[in-house]
Structures are given as C-alpha cells and as structure tokens.
C-alpha cells in the first residue's frame, strides 16, 4: 500500500542553523507515528514544512501522491491534513462551540455568507465533535476563559472538523494532567482505528509516546538518529543519552513513594 | 549646483524638528502602545513655550537654556496628561487611549489659544547664528548648519539609551509585555511616565529648535502630525535609525517639492510613503509588528450574540420615536437628525472592520468623501439624478476600497493604518488641488434632491430608510458566517488559515464592504448638504469617525452608531460656544475615563450589575 | 515565608479561588497539584498580585504584601515563572535575562549569566537568538533562567517542566533540589507526578478553586484514595 505522507530529503536552515536536516520518512495509513527528540531538534520546524507554515530549503513532501512542499497551508488543509499548535491558537472572542462552528463553515465553503446566523450553523455537528474530545459540556463557554488544558482539547475537536485523513499534532497533551494525556491520545487512537486517519505527533511525555506510537522516529539537531519500534527506541543507547536520560531521580522517588 | 547643495541642507535643516517628534511619537507608540495623536500638540506647545521663555531670557545662553527649558517643561506637561488622562485607560482596549489623546488635542488647542492669542508669533532669531555662510555662492543660514550638526548628536544619544543600556532594554521589553516586566520587579508605571517625559520633551524640543524657522501658530499641531506619521512609519516603528532616514527624506524632498513641483507638494511624501511599504511592509528600518500581545489588550473581547428580546424592544422603540419625529418636532430638528443617521452609518461602517477585523483605519473618510464627490461629480457633469448617484457612490466607493484595500492589506497593524491615512490624504490633496475638476476648496455647489424627495420630511425618511437599513445589514454582516471568519482572522490568523480560511481576502472584502457603506453615507450627505469641500475628505473627518466608533465602544455592536449619535449631538451643540474645542476635548476624555468600554460597554456593564440585563456565566 | 489566608480570587464574576488557606516554609518545596482549570495558575497569580484577592491575606517573611503592586512583590523577592512563558520575543536571550536582573538580595543565590547558562546549556549556545527563534522547550528554560536572575528568595514555578524533553527534566529536578539546598523556597504547580514526587516536600491539592488537602508528600502517598479522587493519574 503506498503511503499517506512520503517525505524526502526535507531541509531547513535558518541562517547558519541546520533546524531540519535531510530528513525522510513515510507515514503509511492508519499509522500512529512519533516524532521525538530533545529541544530544539527540529521537530516543530518539521511540522511546520509539513503544514506549509514554513518554505523548505529543499526537500519534498508528498500527500497521497502530490508534492505539498511549499503550498499554502489552508490548501494543505482543503486537501485533508488537520493540525494542532505547541502553543495553542484559538479564537478568543468567540466560544468553544463557534470556534468548532468556523472550521465546519470553512470546510463547507460558507465563510462569505450574509444570511444565515453563524451561531445556528452546523452546530449539532460540532457539539459531536466536542462530545468526541469530552468538552461537550463546556460548550457554550467564552474561548478566553478556558484551562490550558481544555484549549487543547478544544484544538483537537478543531482539527478534526474537516474529517482529515492526516492529522499533524505538536505536543497535543502539553499541559493536561497525567490521566487526561492518556485518555486524549487513547482517543486519538481510537479515531484514528475509526475513521482510518494517520497521525504524526510530537511528545515530551514518553508515558504517552510508549504507550500509544506505532512507531517513533527520534530527531536531534535537525537529523534522524533512530527510528523504530518502541522497545527499539526505549533501549536504544544513542536515545537515551541524548533525550531519555537515565531517569534514576524519578525511579528513586516513585520507589520511595510505594516503599 | 550650488542651489540644488542648498536645498539639501534646508532639507537636512528641517529634518532636525521633525526627527524628534518622530522619535519622540514613535518611543511612546513602542512602550506604551498609545499612538499619541496629541504628539503635534506637545510640538506646538514647545514653540510657544519656547517663544515665552525667549522673550524672557536674554542672549546666547538664555536663547539655548529657553529651548532646553521648553523641552523640560512640555515634558513635564506630557507627564501630568499621562498621570491624568492615560494611566486611568491603560487597561481599556487597546487604541482605546487615542481617544483620550484626541481630547487632549482640543483641550491643547483651547488652552494655547487663551494663553498665547489668535495670532502667529515669528520666531526671534538664534543670536550669534544670525548670518549666512555661502555655499558654492548659494546662501545657506547659520542657525541651519547648527541644526544639522546637532540633530545626529540627539540621534545617536537617543540611539545609544534605547540599545545599549539596561533602560533600554527594559523599554523595549515593555513594548512587548509590560505585565511581565512588572512581574519581573521593574516598576513599569514609572517606566512608562519616563518614556512619555522622554517624547514629550523631545517633541517641545523640535517645537522650540524650529523657532527661529518658522515661529509658531495654532495650526502646527496638525500640520505636522502627518509628516511625523509618514516619518515614523517609513523608518519603520520603533527605529530610531529608520526616523533619522525618513525625516531627512521626507524633508528634502519637501524642499524640492516645492521648488519643482508646488502643485504635489500635499501628496508628495504620501506617495512616498505607499511606495516604501509595497516594497517594505514594515517600513524602511523596521520589523514586523507582533499585534495582540499580553497584558495591554484588555479583558478578552466578549462572543456576540444576536440582541434579546429586551434590546429588540428598545430598539424598536428607538426606530419608532426617530420615524414618527418630523410629526413632533420642527424642520431644524429633522436636519440635524438626518446628519446625525448619516454620521453613524458613516461610523458604523468603520466600526465593522474596527471592531469584528481589528482593521484599525485612519482614512476612512476616503469613502465618506469619495462616495459624496462621486455623486457630486455625476450630478455636475452628467446631470444623473438623485436615485442614480445614490446608487453609484456607494458603487464608486466600493471601488475605490477594492484599489485602496488591496494595497494596505499588504501591511498590518499600524502600518496598515498608516496607509489609510494616506490614500485619505491622497484623495483629499486630489479633491484640494485639482480645481478644474472638483471645484478645489470651492467645492461643488447645487447637488440637489430630485423633486419629489427635496422635502426635507421626504428627504429624512429616505435618509433614515436607507442608514437604518445600512446600519441593520452591518450588523447581520456580524452575525453571518463571514462577520465570524472576519473575528476568525483577527482572533488567530495562524489558526484561520490553518484551517482554510483566506484572512486577506476575507478582510479585503469586509474592507471593501466597510468603503461601500461609507459611500452610501457620503451619498446621502451631499444631497442633504446640497454642496460638498474637500474637508469632508479630511484626516480629521477619518478621526471623527474613529474617535466616536472607540467613544461607543468598540467591543461592542452597536458602539458605532451609538457614538456617532452623543458625538454628532455633543459637537452641534458645543460649537456655539466660544470655547467649544476644550468642553468638547474634556468631555471626550471624561468619557474615557468614566467609561473605558465606551458607552455601550460601560452602559451594558451598569445593565448587568443592577440586573437589568442577563450575566454570561463567563462575565469578566 | 509565605502565608495564604482565606483568599477568595474572581474574574469579573467567576469565583475562581475559594478560601484558600496555607503556607509554605523557607528552604521547602511545595507542590500545587489539581486538575486542568482547578485554579493553579490563578492561585500563583493571587500570590504574585497579578491578579488581586477579592478577600484574604497573602502574607510574606511577614509582610502582608496583599493589593501590593506585582513589582513591588517582585522586588521582594518573589519570583513568578508564568505557564504561558512570555518571553520577550523581539529581545535576544541576553537581553530576555538582562530585563530579568535585580540587584543581589541578602541570604540568596546571586546569579550570573553564566550560572543559568550552566544550567540550561543549549541557552548559552543561543545567547543572540531572539526570543522568538527558539523552540518551544528552550523559551521556557528561558523563563526559568530569567527569573532565577532576579535572585529571588521565593520562586513560583508554573509547570516548569511542560514541554521540555526528558533529561532535561531530570536536570532540572536535580537543580531544584540543589536550588531548595542553597535555601532557595519554591511553590510549583506540575501535572507531571514524577517530577512532583522527586522535588516536593509539601503537598497542596486544589480542585474548582477549593484546597483539598494540604500535608507533606509522605501524607498524600499515604492516602492513594486522596491522590485518586482529586487528582487525574
Ligand atoms: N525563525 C527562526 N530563526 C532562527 N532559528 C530558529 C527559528 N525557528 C527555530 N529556530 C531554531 O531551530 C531549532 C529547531 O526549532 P524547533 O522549534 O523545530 O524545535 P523543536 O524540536 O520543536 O523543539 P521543542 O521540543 O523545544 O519544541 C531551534 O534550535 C531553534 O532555536
Ligand atoms: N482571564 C480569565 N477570565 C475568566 N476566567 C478565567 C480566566 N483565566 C482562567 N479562568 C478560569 O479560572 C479557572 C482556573 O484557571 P487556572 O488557569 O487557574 O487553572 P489551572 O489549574 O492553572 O489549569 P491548567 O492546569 O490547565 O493550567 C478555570 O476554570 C478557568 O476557566
Ligand atoms: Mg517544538
Ligand atoms: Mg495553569
């Protein structure tokens, strides 16, 4: 089968800066792919390339068969990639339902409507979605009030509006607690299995990328330095030094808590 | 050749005076966010004050000491307007503060009116610098040659504090964020009244340098403010460099303006201007404007909602009492009401792009005044009549937005508003200087009603059919889709174009929209006027405009025809009064004191608390 | 050092904080622990004045520093490292630090550029990038630097270790822990449990603005009922 997402020789130099450094990768569908690395490896420049936020250097990126490299990324959108921020972008002036309510407007092409009432559009629609994400019941919430957390969540019901068949998430659990990341990537899986979507994301928290990739790719300073399985990443020597770290601080203090 | 040395050292002369207001204006724009309209009134203080102190002060050293000492001064005078007028509405929304310095303008102007008398003061002349020097034969004065030498010393000092002191630094971080610098232990309620001691004084300072020049009057606050706009923005916002650039371009190039060409002499450095920011958006020297930052903007923008019952009610009970008013009340009334409609379509129009694109206009009469000249023009030479030209204006308009728009929209935030500012002037200098056509500041004359609408009961319900109509379809325009993806552009560009929304396209068409409406009015207007000038086109008319939609408050839907209704009312009444411009310029600043959100804001707030209206659950 | 006592904190009308009452002793780590919205951020903006207690006291090293000016908090040595970061963009990291500089405070850690670039060595290598061409994870190790600047007595960490890769977590656990050695006070708010655990002394649970429990870690790992009902792991 050939892949969602094939992507080549992807560079990008901020001046002297090699951020992103030939990079290549596939994303077969249905995949649930991780990207990790430490700070300022590259990961979200990638994203950002991917997502047309950014010119490559060089390199190409191809979307079920056609080079996105360089596109706009509301084409990049129209063609079915949905995505979420690092740090997250909503719209504050209206509430979470409506921000749900704009992507469907988009996606139906109505945004230079006169006539109908915005607020009375597709709203069952996007009531579903946050259902989905399980912020049904802050619907009608004002956007500039929520918890951090909720506002990912928010991004991801956003995402997700357009029935993508990518899905590109930059640290889509940042800021939640513990048992709501699980629960937002065990939903992701979850959607993914449904509607057959691929996923790349980006991590920090490795309790989430352990337990949900199919696969991880770890970047450092702009190049792939490994890329496979999770128990191939997880004791992989070169990984560990320069991201996972030995973790024996928390290991002594998770052991002292069930001692 | 000598000639052409001597125009560029009056050139470099003058660049002088109008490199430290920019500096001055752009400085206080960096940290505080406040685009100082009152910044020519600091300038025109400095003259007089400098002038006074002159008088008094003998010699050399009192002719030196009295500039300096005018610098001081107007500098502590911008201390206590920041104190009293800006420190209360810091937390209001953002560009809220241009109203309150609007107020101080008029206020300044009242004051230095009583202070000093209607008539020009001339500058006494620089002792010991009274001479010339001859250049190549040409005669260059003295004082000109010291003031060349002395601005890129105030240049460099400037330069030096901004960059490479820790003052500097602090400055510049509160451009971006002052909540954190304060969270950072940098008291920044100080920080901000230094800064704005520093522009005032040196605004007071080219005032008084540019005595010996060119004296002073009471009409040199605006006449400079719009050099010292198209300085600061072809520098670029916040560079110092790009003021000194842009002051010695746009000052030589006056100079030659008016030798060579006197008739462009007003659209010359306009043109400029739009040139520079096609090619450079952000100005010569300048870097991207970073808009919506922490901690200035306010309490976040609240979501709309289609009015309640009550409000429909008051609103229809509003629309009944207007239209049932030619039946109570005399034919002065019904005028003056039909000014008022068209005035607060004119707002509204404004507040639509304002207040749901965030697309802060200072040209906007552009359209009010275009669309009027194009009915004007049709009625002159082609003798359309009324319904016609009614329906053309706003076509005209719309046209013209569609030109005017796609050329701004290339720029953001103040730079784009720079540029409305000026294709206003452009249009203005059109309608001013080319006679022939438009009458020049004679205007056209004899623009009137068809027959069967010369009424003026006629004329005021075709007036209030089609402004409360105009008003109604701004306002569904908000609650569509499109006013939402307009909010959507504003709120989180990166967001609405990742999820396929044109944000340039979708604001150029509300822009476009905005113009049309605008045009309607201005079409409106000439036929209730019966004659249009070019002063209908003026910035001061775009600044109406702007300060009544930020009076009625911009985070609101109705902001713009409420103000423009209070104002329009306050204004023909004040200006049978002797000092009407310092009552007007108070009011408007009690208002923004009292009332941050504006009168709607402020009235919506006083509903909730006495429970009159319904709380949003989020209410902040 | 730092006293809490019935403070009630509202936006507009929403009752965000509600009674909150406790304190933390010099030289501890307290951890603020709660739910997405429970009121963490807001708790540290009351303490920080950033937003002003409708009713209570925040008292500090005994002052009551309550409708104080947030610089004035800060110049006693308070310091606040917000979750949104707020680093200045248009600056360059150097100067990010320079605007976080105070003078030396008695009884503290006086920082130098070169300390906190120790800590976070990929700032050093970044040290005339501007703020706005760092990733993610190095703007807030930035934050944190900045603050540490100030030499403050007291420091409010607002989910320090969000976004930031794993060993650097670790590190910074360990310069926490070094920090608390060198008398250095801190409240962190944190949703990574790991992290809480291997720093904290002292326990703080908060849930829609209401303290559930307060007590030392040894207490809340006592009662896994308490963690289980008010916190999401
Ligand atoms: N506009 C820019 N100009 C210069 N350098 C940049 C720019 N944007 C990013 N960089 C640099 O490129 C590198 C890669 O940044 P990127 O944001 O992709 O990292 P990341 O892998 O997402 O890290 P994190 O996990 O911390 O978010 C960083 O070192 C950053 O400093
Ligand atoms: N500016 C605001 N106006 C109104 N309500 C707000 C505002 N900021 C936060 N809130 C509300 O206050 C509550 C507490 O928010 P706070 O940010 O303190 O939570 P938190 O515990 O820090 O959450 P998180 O872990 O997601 O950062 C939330 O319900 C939030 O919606
Ligand atoms: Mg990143
Ligand atoms: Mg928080």
Known sequence: MSPILSVRNLSRNFGAIKAVDDVSFDLAKGELLALIGPNGAGKSTCFNMLMGQLRPSSGTVQLMGKNIAGMQPRKIWRMGVGRTFQITATYVSMTVVENVQMALISHHRRLYSLTSFAHKLYRDKALALLETVGMADQADRHCAVLAYGDLKRLELAVALAHDPVLLLMDEPTAGMAPRERIALMQLTADILAQRGISVLFTEHDMDVVFAHSHRIMVLNRGQLIAEGTVDEIRNNRQVQEVYLGGGTLFKAAEDDAHA | ?620 | MLELKGVNSFYGKAHVLNDLNFSVDRGRVVALLGRNGAGKTTTMKSIMQLVRPRTGTVTYQGQDITGWSSHRVARNGLGYVPEERRIFTQLTVAENLEVGRQPPREGCTTWTEDMVFDLFPNLAERRQNYGKALSGGEQQMLTIARTLMGNPAFILLDEPSEGIAPVIVEQMARAILQLKQDGLTVLLSEQNLHFAQAVADGVVIIEHGTQQFVGSLADLQAHPDIRDQHLSI
């Open chain 2, 1 to 620: 050749m000598g000639l052409f040395i001597a125009q560029i050292l009056t050139g470099l002369a003058n660049a002088g005076a109008l490199f430290m207001v920019a500096s001055g204006l752009s400085l206080i724009f960096g940290v505080t966010r406040v685009v100082n309209f009152a910044h020519g009134s600091f300038y025109m203080l400095g003259a007089y004050v400098g002038y006074s102190l002159m008088q008094a002060l003998p010699g050399v050293a009192g002719f030196w000491g009295a500039i300096l000492l005018a610098g001081l001064i107007v500098g502590v005078i911008g201390v206590i307007v920041e104190i009293c007028v800006l420190r209360p509405v810091y937390r209001a929304p953002e560009l809220f503060q241009l109203v309150a310095t609007f107020g101080v303008i008029l206020v300044i102007q009242d004051l230095t009116l009583m202070i000093w008398g209607p008539q020009d003061l001339l500058g006494p002349r620089a002792p010991g610098l009274k001479g010339i020097i001859r250049i190549m034969g040409e005669p260059v004065p003295q004082y000109d040659i010291a003031l060349i030498a002395i601005t890129p010393f105030v240049a460099i000092g400037l330069w030096y504090l901004i960059t490479r002191t820790r003052v500097g630094t602090l400055v510049r971080a509160a451009t971006q964020d002052r909540e954190m610098v304060g969270a950072l232990g940098v008291n920044q309620s100080w920080l901000f009244t230094g800064v704005f001691f520093l522009g005032c004084a040196l605004a007071g300072l080219g005032g008084a340098l540019q005595l010996p020049k060119g004296g002073a009057d009471l009409l040199m606050d605006f006449s400079i403010l719009g050099a010292v706009f198209v300085v600061v923005v072809i520098g670029g916002m916040g560079s110092l460099p790009g003021a000194y650039l842009a002051a010695v371009i746009i000052s030589i190039l006056n100079v030659f303006g008016v030798t060579y060409a006197p008739q462009s002499t007003l659209v010359l450095m306009f043109v400029v201007m739009v040139v520079v920011l096609m090619i450079r958006p952000f100005g010569l020297l300048g870097k991207e404007e970073v808009a919506g930052e922490h901690g200035q903007t306010g309490e976040p923008e609240r979501p709309i909602k289609p009015a309640g019952p009550r409000i429909r009610l008051l609103v229809t009970t509003l629309l009944v009492i207007l239209a049932l008013l030619p039946l109570y009340s005399g034919n002065f009334a019904v005028v003056l009401v039909t000014d008022i409609m068209i005035f607060c379509l004119f707002a509204a129009s404004l507040h639509f792009m304002l207040g749901q694109g965030g697309l802060v206009s200072f040209g906007h009469a552009a359209f009010f005044g275009g669309g009027a000249y194009a009915a004007a023009l049709l009625v002159t030479y082609a003798s359309t009549p009324m319904e016609l030209a009614l329906v053309l204006a706003p076509v005209s308009a719309g046209l013209a937005a569609i030109v005017i728009g796609w050329v701004c929209l290339r720029s953001t935030g103040v730079y784009f508003a720079m540029l409305t500012l000026a294709f206003g002037q452009l249009l203005w200098s059109l309608a001013f200087q080319w006679g022939d056509v438009t009458g020049g500041d004679d205007g056209l004359v004899n623009i009137w009603p068809s027959a069967w609408a010369s009424d003026n009961t006629v004329y005021y319900y075709l007036a209030f059919t089609l402004c409360v109509g105009g008003i109604l379809l701004l306002r569904q325009a908000a609650h569509a889709p499109f006013g939402y993806a307009l909010r959507a552009a504003r709120d989180s560009t990166r967001q609405a174009e990742a999820t396929g929304i044109n944000t340039k396209r979708v604001q150029w068409v509300a822009f476009t929209f905005a113009g049309t409406m605008a045009g309607l009015a201005g079409g409106l207007f000439v036929f209730s006027k019966g004659s249009i000038f070019p002063n209908e086109l003026e910035t001061a008319r775009s600044f109406d405009a702007l300060i009544v939609v930020f009076l009625g408050g911009v985070k609101t839907l109705s902001g713009g025809w409420v103000g423009g209704a209070f104002f329009e009312g306050a204004k023909d009444y004040l200006t049978r009064f002797e000092y009407w411009r310092l009552t007007l310029g108070l009011l408007i600043i009690f208002v923004v004191i009292l009332g941050p959100e504006g009168i709607v804001g402020s009235l919506r707030k006083a509903g909730e608390r006495i429970g009159l209206l319904k709380t949003p659950e989020d209410a902040t």
